[in-house]
């Protein structure tokens, strides 16, 4: 079944104050779609100016929206997840078109994400409970939460409603307003999305600033009327937006990517079943998203006993990778988002082969007769040793480095040379084997006997110099919400000091 | 005077986006990042705006540029010669670049063992 390039308006507007806004300079950038380069939309290229008011708005929505219940902000969110169901197949295919992902993904595994997100935070405020203790007799501490204020957000590119939707359903059902940045490459989905649900919140309580990081972004990272910052992407932005924190003393919550490890223990040879294929369909992993995702699993760890057996299934399975149209269901990889994300790859491939890496499959762009002006990349697999720079720098392509380990001990020290601690997953019939690399892995998520598996309530963040915070989860709320402390003292006798 | 070996050059292309940029935004540095997004690429900032840490690494200056790092990503560079260029496209860091439509990448190739045996030594933080 093939869907269809989506129609768009000519030019869109920020979102600010519940209303369509022209940027206040009046410049706008040019949006492509990576399927083909071509036009897309125009988008706004704000400045400090557009922030400002934006942050401006969402303070005068903030007091009431701040003490709205949380059975009507959770109401909100359930109208936010049903108006998105409604609209799936209409989000889908923008989110294709301005990602260049295939429609497959976005329509079973991003936009179902993003709906249960909000459903997931709408039932979380619904039924969390503060504390109270006795401290003694007489005195009684309660811990209660009270929102932020306003908070900033800055969206990557590679899940750009998914990544939205991790940040604004926490930070919404925590009674913050936001103003929020989508990505340079992929602002057009989120635009669309306020163009279904701005009218089902308070006017002011979702706010989005279109433009660049250094001109849009770095004005709300460094905003003094701000209280926290989230952000999602690399590690040097991340640094200059936890030194912008810093002159305010704010918190920041930061997602920076990792180099996620994918250990195959010799066990998942020992029967050629459905495990064995789940197993191998798990090293395939890394061309989900054309790899870009912060958790790709971008390096494995084979067994030195299975690792020729094991390879000879899975390169067929990296082969059969269905390549083409986007637009089509059956297309498994689509296009890289962007033309500097794709000369970025075909660089990192190009250091692969000079530092001797051994190029097992793929290993060039992919040319889509149909769509000549596109960013394709082959799946490429690469075997080598991990002090190569493509087992330690995120390529975030569809670019897998392959290594062999001689027992459990030297693949948890592969496993954990690296500067990052995201994803990571082990893959064996062994449960005392599996333990043993749980807690040796340093990274903020492993999975077991599986991959790339995402469901709302299972925490998501890094280790390392991945970042800090906890997404996907309720504990988010707290990372959206300040604590009061109110002890309460029964004793009418005073304590005797004065 | 001893002629040291570079770590780092730069394309004539990169050179002209830096000359353009300088021109609006004074004196700017490079930040080689990590991670995911828009990371394993160089971000080009004003000096005195990215603030360097005490452990940064710097390989070197290109075009009036000083190039630097963090200290545990240059173990992978320390034998890998290293070229700014410049392409068409769109990052979405802060990078000074972006709004011009281009973006800052580096280009890598082992270093010759006649050129690390004369290498110039890297400097350690902002004063380097």
Redesign the interface.
Same mark, same amino acid.
């Given at each position: 079944m093939t869907f269809q390039r989506p129609q768009f308006k000519p030019q869109y507007e920020n979102y600010i104050g519940g209303r369509w806004v022209a940027p206040i300079d009046g410049k706008y950038f040019e949006d492509t779609s990576p399927i083909d380069g071509k036009l897309v939309t125009r988008i706004p290229q704000s400045s400090a100016k557009d922030i400002d008011l934006a942050v401006k708005k969402a303070w005068e929505a903030f007091p009431a929206w701040g003490k709205t219940s949380a059975a009507a902000r959770s109401a909100i969110l359930n109208k936010i997840a049903d108006t998105i169901e409604a609209n799936i197949q209409q989000l889908a295919m923008v989110e294709t078109c301005d990602n260049g992902k295939g429609i497959r993904e976005t329509l079973g595994a991003d936009l179902p994400l993003v709906i249960d997100q909000f459903r997931y935070f709408a039932a979380a405020i619904r039924t969390e409970s503060g504390s109270v203790s006795d401290i003694d007799s007489t005195l009684v501490s309660m811990e209660i939460h009270e929102p932020l204020g306003v908070v900033g957000q800055i969206i990557p590119w590679n899940f750009p409603l998914l990544m939205a939707a991790w940040k604004i359903a926490p930070a919404l059902a925590a009674g913050n307003c936001v103003v929020l940045k989508p990505a340079e490459q992929t602002p057009v989905s989120i635009l669309v999305l306020m163009e279904l649900i701005g009218d089902l919140l308070p006017p002011g309580v979702l706010n989005v600033v279109n433009g660049f990081g250094a001109e849009a972004g770095k004005p709300l990272a460094s905003h003094p009327d701000i209280k926290k910052i989230a952000f999602t992407g690399e590690t040097t932005t991340g640094r200059l937006i936890m030194q912008y924190a810093s002159e305010n003393i704010i918190p920041v919550s930061l997602e920076l990517g990792g180099k996620s490890p994918n250990i195959f223990c010799a066990s998942v040879m020992d029967q050629d079943d459905a495990f064995l294929d789940k197993a191998i369909e798990g090293l395939v992993m890394f061309a989900l998203n054309q790899g870009q995702v912060c958790t790709c699993p971008s390096r494995a760890l084979v067994h030195e006993s299975i690792y020729e057996r094991f390879m000879e299934k899975c390169l067929p399975r990296v082969a059969a990778i269905t390549m083409g149209d986007p637009y089509e269901l059956t297309t498994m990889m689509g296009a890289q988002a962007s033309n500097d994300q794709y000369e970025k790859i075909l660089s990192y491939i190009d250091i692969g082969k000079k530092e001797g890496a051994q190029l097992l499959c793929g290993g060039q762009s992919y040319k889509n007769a149909q769509y000549p002006g596109g960013f394709y990349i082959q799946p490429t697999v690469f075997k080598g040793h991990n002090k190569m720079r493509i087992f330690q720098e995120e390529i975030f392509g569809p670019v897998l480095a392959v290594t062999t380990f001689k027992d459990d001990e030297e693949a948890l020290a592969i496993a954990n040379d690296t500067l990052y601690g995201l994803g990571s997953a082990v893959w064996s019939r062994d449960m005392h084997q599996v333990q043993t690399f749980v807690r040796g892995i340093q990274a903020g998520r492993v999975w077991v006997n599986c991959y790339h598996v995402y469901p709302a309530h299972a925490s998501f963040g890094g280790y390392k110099k991945s970042g800090i915070g906890r997404e996907n989860h309720h504990m988010m709320l707290d990372h959206y919400r300040n604590t009061k402390n109110v002890l309460i003292s029964y004793a009418k006798e005073k304590m005797g000091f004065f | 005077m001893t002629e040291f070996c570079e770590r780092l050059a730069i394309t004539d292309a990169a050179r002209a986006v830096v000359d353009q940029l300088r021109a609006r935004h004074g004196a700017l540095l490079f930040?080689? %990042?990590?991670?995911?997004? *828009?990371?394993?690429?160089p971000?080009c900032?004003a000096v005195g *705006?990215?603030?360097i840490?005490s452990r940064d690494v710097c390989l070197g200056e290109v075009h009036g540029c000083k190039f630097y790092m %963090?200290p545990?990503?240059f173990q992978?560079?320390e034998n890998?010669h290293t070229t700014i260029d410049v =392409?068409?496209?769109?990052?979405?860091?802060?990078?000074?670049e972006?709004?011009l439509? =281009?973006?800052f990448?580096?280009?890598?190739?082992?270093l010759t063992e006649a050129e690390q045996a004369n290498l110039r030594p890297v400097g350690v933080g902002a004063e380097d």
């Open positions: - | 930040h080689q %990042s990590g991670g995911c997004c *828009d990371g394993s690429a971000m900032f *705006d990215f603030r840490g %963090s545990e990503q992978y560079y890998c =392409v068409p496209g769109r990052g979405a860091s802060f990078s000074l972006i709004p439509g =281009v973006r990448l580096i280009r890598s190739r082992l």
